[in-house]
C-alpha cells in the first residue's frame, strides 16, 4: 500500500488494535440486548457498563454520571436544546452565553435556539482566538441559564480556561457546559476539578469508534431527554445501546488517559520542530493561535500568497494528509468561522493549514512533510500573481530607499 502520512488527527484518529480486539466479541458472538433479563443480555449489560465506569473514571466522574451517546454533536445538542427546554419551563431562563469559535454543532444549535426565541451572547475572541473572561463576567445576566465554551479549539488547538470560568459561572448561579472533544487524551480532563456541570466528548478522536460518543451531566442537573422513546439511561436517552461503539470507547479512553502525558510531551516536541523548521524555511510565514496556551497536537500555519486547499491538494498528491482553515461550501471557499473571528486578514486566513499530530507521526514524517511543504509553497508562489505583485512593490520599496 501507498505510504501515507497522516496529519489529519483533529478531524479524526484511527481505531486503534486494542480497541478492536475489545469490541470483536461484540461483533461476533455477544449480541444480546443489554436491556434484556437473559445471560445475553446481562453479559451485554455488564460490558456496557464496565465501559461507562471507564469513562467516569477517566474524567474523575461518577458512573451514573456518565450518558452514552452517538456522538459530540449529538451531546452538545442535548445539553443546548435539552437542558434549555427544561430550565426555561420551570425558571424563565433563556439566555444562553457561548463563544465565536465553537465547533459548528454548538453554533449551528445556538442559532437554531436564536430563531425560536432564546437569547444567545456569542463571545468575540482576539487575534489570538483568545477569550475576555472581564466581557465574559459582563455579559451573565438574571436570565443567563447556560456558558456553554470548548477546551480546545480543533482548529487552532488554543486551550481555554475553563476552571476559571466554571468559578465565575458557579459564582452567577449559571450551569457550565463544556465541549472537551479535543482535549480527551491531549491535556488533563477533571469535571470535579474543573466545576462543571456538562461536558461532551467523543470517541473518534482518541483511537475509538465513530459515532460513539459520551455526555457528563453533574448528578441532579438532569432536565429534559433530546431523544425520547424507552427507558434507556435512566430515562435519558432513549434507544437501544450502541454496545460495540461504547465498549471500543471504555477502552480507547483508558488508554488515552493513561499514555495522555507521555504522549502529548512525544507530540509536543514534534510539533515545535514542524513549526520551527517551517518558520525558519518557509518565508512569509506565521502560526495561527494562542501562542501562550495551545494543545501539543495542533498546529495551525498560514502560508501568504497561496490557497490553502491548493496546498492540501498538493500534499495530499505528495501522501500527505492536512487540512485547511477553509471551508468548501457551494462553490465557495469561505475562510473557517474561528479563523474569521479571530480578525485575521481575509487573504492569510484563506492560506492557513492545520497539521494535527497522533500516535503514529513520527520524526521522519515530520521532516519529509517539511520538505514536501518548502517545495509546494514555492511551486505555488511561482504561479501566484499576488506574490508577484508583492514582490514588485517590496522590490521598489527598496529601491526607493537606495
Ligand atoms: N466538537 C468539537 C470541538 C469537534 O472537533 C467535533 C468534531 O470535529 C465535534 C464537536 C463533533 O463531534 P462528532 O463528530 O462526534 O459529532
Known amino acids: 500500500m501507498e505510504k501515507r502520512i497522516y496529519l489529519d488527527n ?51 466522574a461518577e458512573s451514573k454520571e456518565v450518558i452514552f451517546t452517538s456522538c459530540a454533536t449529538e451531546g452538545n445538542n442535548t445539553v443546548l436544546k435539552g437542558y434549555l427546554s427544561g430550565l426555561r419551563s420551570r425558571t424563565g431562563k433563556n439566555h444562553i452565553i457561548t463563544t465565536a469559535v465553537e465547533h459548528p454543532s454548538v453554533l449551528s444549535t445556538a442559532r437554531e435556539l436564536e430563531k425560536k426565541g432564546t437569547e444567545v451572547t456569542f463571545l468575540p475572541v482576539d487575534k489570538f482566538g483568545r477569550l475576555n473572561l472581564d466581557m465574559l463576567r459582563s455579559s451573565i445576566k438574571e436570565n443567563t441559564g447556560l456558558i456553554s465554551v470548548m477546551m480546545v479549539n480543533n482548529e487552532t488547538g488554543n486551550i481555554y480556561p475553563v476552571k476559571e470560568i466554571a468559578k465565575i459561572a458557579a459564582e452567577k448561579g449559571v450551569l457550565f457546559h463544556i465541549d472537551a472533544v479535543q482535549a480527551i487524551g491531549k491535556i488533563p480532563v477533571d469535571v470535579k476539578d474543573i466545576g462543571c456541570d456538562f461536558l461532551t466528548l467523543t470517541a473518534h478522536k482518541f483511537y475509538g469508534l465513530k459515532g460513539s460518543g459520551a455526555l457528563y451531566v453533574k448528578w441532579g442537573k438532569w432536565a429534559s431527554p433530546l431523544i425520547t422513546g424507552g427507558h434507556q439511561e435512566r430515562n435519558r436517552r432513549a434507544g437501544t445501546e450502541n454496545v460495540v461503539g461504547a465498549v471500543g470507547l471504555g477502552k480507547a479512553i483508558e488508554l488515552a488517559v493513561k499514555e495522555q502525558s507521555e504522549e502529548s510531551a512525544r507530540l509536543k516536541k514534534l510539533r515545535d520542530h514542524l513549526e520551527k523548521r517551517i518558520l525558519e524555511e518557509v518565508p512569509y510565514t506565521r502560526v495561527v493561535g494562542d501562542p501562550g496556551g495551545r494543545a501539543s497536537f495542533i498546529s495551525n500555519i498560514s502560508f501568504r500568497f497561496v490557497e490553502g486547499e491548493a496546498i492540501l491538494l498538493k500534499l495530499d498528491y505528495d501522501g500527505i494528509a492536512v487540512s485547511t482553515g477553509s471551508a468548501c461550501s457551494s462553490g465557495n471557499l469561505e475562510p473557517s468561522h474561528v479563523i474569521s473571528a479571530m480578525k485575521v486578514d481575509p487573504e492569510e486566513a484563506h492560506s492557513s493549514i492545520r497539521f494535527s499530530l497522533g500516535r503514529s507521526t513520527t520524526a521522519e514524517d515530520i521532516d519529509y512533510t517539511v520538505e514536501r511543504v518548502k517545495e509546494t509553497i514555492s511551486q505555488l508562489r511561482s504561479f501566484s500573481p499576488v506574490y508577484d505583485k508583492f514582490l514588485l512593490e517590496n522590490e521598489k520599496k527598496s529601491a526607493w530607499r537606495v
Not at 461507562?52 to 474523575?60: E, F, G, K, L, Y
Open 10 to 60: 483533529s478531524a479524526t484518529t484511527p481505531v486503534r488494535p486494542e480497541v478492536l480486539e475489545a469490541i470483536y466479541p461484540f461483533l461476533k458472538e455477544l449480541g444480546g440486548n443489554p436491556s434484556s433479563r437473559h445471560k445475553e443480555g446481562r453479559l451485554v449489560k455488564a460490558a456496557f457498563e464496565k465501559a461507562r465506569d471507564s469513562v467516569a473514571t477517566a474524567i474523575n
